[in-house]
């Protein structure tokens, strides 16, 4: 094993703990093992990008004075003077591979005293920071990426023949609306449009009176291709820079009457919430997976979208939850509910194999756009990812333990994503919340 394989086997190993006493707690989301990114800015500081620690975060663009950086994790550090992670993006997986295993290095217990001297007083406490998008969004494209939830949809519209031909063939996506990308703690305005009940004659506008969620992921593009290149299945995840959540809010009476024959407009581009922390694939290596096993009657990817390293490991091992406040809850000082449960392994197709589809056409990728996995959703009850899927369109409805009951989102409701990934041998690592509270008028 060659000596930098070696370091970055070592900033996972499940033995390793940090001076910083909030990384070594079980239920942290962010231990020594995991150093995401974000972007971060205190009082009047300018915004720039910092790494998450147990409960704080390092200030890297700082700690260049401190001499504590060398060679790609320079570079690397440089980029994190930016108010975006754009340019730390762009410059492929190396750099910030070579940053997360210095900081590694310098945040263990076995650093040693003078480090830690220099570094402790570059540590902002996360209730001191205002956390931000991660970079300024060129693109947005959300994938329908989890094959139960095409089919629970599907069944709804189209009982006999749930799934179009083409799904199991080719990775569907639209593109989405970059400017209303938001992060996690913007309020989401009840977005209006026309909408048509089917017993009605004509269509009203109106606020949206099925205003939904929908649990995905998103992958960030760090290194980008030329227009008219492609990215190959087995090149596209060094594209790749890291995983965040994503909340793809959705209007679904606008989005009925208007998504044919173009598909999602009005009813998708009002708002997409992301969690502000990037969990970079780094971190994520102990938890890859193989793909879905596929039915025996599917077909099998075709050449261009099929590869071995991603067929063995292109799968996260993420458990995936929804959680609901509503406006008496808070009011009655109740927690929090969760509603569902899932797994990112019962996605149909991997983020490699949406990046690889998206330039297959010589589109070209930019460092900062966002891909979207679709709501993930699992076979089992509870494992639905919006409130589409969990109360039939309302039929349905959710009854919360303080009798409350919900078919879409009322006004005043949070809804709160999380993620983690754990296994044995491994450190639990987390990906923080993406939250929004509903707000507007009905």
Not at 319 to 335: F, N, P, Q, S
């Amino acid at each position: 094993m060659s000596d930098s394989l070696a370091a970055f086997h070592a900033t996972l190993d499940p033995s390793r703990r940090s001076w910083v006493e909030s990384a070594n707690e079980t239920d942290t989301d962010f231990p020594i093992q995991n150093l995401p990114f974000c972007v971060f800015s205190r009082e009047t500081e300018s915004p720039r990008v910092g790494v998450a620690i147990g409960d704080q975060i390092v200030d890297v663009f700082a700690a260049i004075s401190c001499d504590v950086f060398t060679g790609d994790a320079l570079e690397a550090a440089r980029a994190c003077g930016e108010a975006t992670m754009n340019t730390l993006m762009s410059l492929g997986r190396a750099p910030s591979r070579a940053l997360r295993i210095q900081l590694s290095d310098w945040l263990s217990v076995d650093a040693a005293d003078a480090m830690r001297a220099r570094l402790e007083p570059l540590l902002v406490p996360m209730h001191e920071a205002r956390l931000l998008l991660p970079a300024t969004v060129g693109d947005y494209t959300d994938f329908y990426a989890s094959v139960h939830h095409a089919t629970n949809v599907g069944r709804m519209f189209r009982p006999d023949q749930p799934l179009l031909p083409n799904y199991k063939w080719v990775p569907i996506g639209y593109h989405g609306r970059a400017s209303s990308v938001v992060v996690s703690g913007t309020p989401v305005k009840r977005p209006a449009g026309q909408r048509k009940a089917p017993t009605e004659d004509t269509p009203t506008v109106g606020p949206s009176r099925s205003l939904d969620y929908e649990l995905e992921l998103g992958a960030w593009v760090g290194k980008g291709n030329t227009l008219g290149d492609t990215i190959s299945i087995d090149e596209a995840e060094a594209h790749l820079f890291g995983v965040c959540l994503l909340n793809d809010w959705s209007a679904r009476d606008l989005q009925s009457w208007e998504y044919q024959p173009l598909g999602p407009f009005l009813a998708k581009n009002f708002a997409s919430t992301v969690s502000p922390f990037v969990v970079t694939f780094d971190a994520l290596e102990p938890f890859r997976a193989p793909l879905a096993p596929r039915a025996a009657s599917d077909p099998e990817p075709l050449p261009y979208l099929s590869g071995e390293r991603d067929l063995a490991g292109g799968g996260l091992g993420l458990t995936l939850e929804v959680w609901l406040r509503t406006a008496r809850m808070r009011d009655e000082g109740h927690d929090a509910v969760r509603i569902s449960r899932g797994s990112s392994l019962d996605l149909y197709w991997s983020f490699a194999q949406m990046l690889t589809h998206h330039a297959s056409n010589g589109c070209n990728m930019r460092a900062g756009d966002l891909i979207g996995s679709g709501t993930v959703s699992g076979p089992l009850p509870g494992s639905q990812g919006c409130l589409l899927e969990i109360t039939k369109r309302a039929a349905e409805p959710i009854v919360l333990p303080n009798g409350e009951s919900r078919g879409f989102l009322e006004n005043s409701d949070e809804v709160v994503l999380r993620a983690f990934a754990e296994r044995e041998g491994a450190v639990r690592i987390g990906f923080g919340a993406c939250a929004g509270v509903v707000v507007g008028k009905v």
